[in-house]
């Protein structure tokens, strides 16, 4: 996160690596406070499990 006062000048104020940026999306906040949190318990146990491409859904048939 950047901040640019009246004079113009730039500061940088904030920073994350891996997490740190929960605050900024609620519905994993919240997660996090429910017993089993995320339950990242996929192949890469992290939050983009469950993404998949176009085509790696089942067909609806």
């Given at each position: 996160?950047?901040y640019?006062?009246?004079?113009?000048?730039?500061?940088?104020?904030?920073?994350?690596?891996?997490?740190?940026?929960?605050?900024?999306?609620?519905?994993?906040?919240?997660?996090?406070?429910?017993?089993?949190?995320?339950?990242?318990?996929?192949?890469?146990?992290?939050?983009?499990?469950?993404?998949?491409?176009?085509?790696?859904?089942?067909s609806?048939?």
């Amino acid at each position: 996160m950047f901040y640019q006062n009246a004079k113009g000048e730039i500061f940088h104020t904030y920073s994350t690596y891996g997490r740190g940026d929960e605050l900024v999306d609620s519905a994993y906040m919240l997660l996090d406070m429910t017993p089993k949190g995320r339950n990242e318990t996929g192949p890469h146990h992290n939050l983009m499990d469950w993404v998949k491409r176009h085509d790696e859904y089942e067909s609806a048939r």
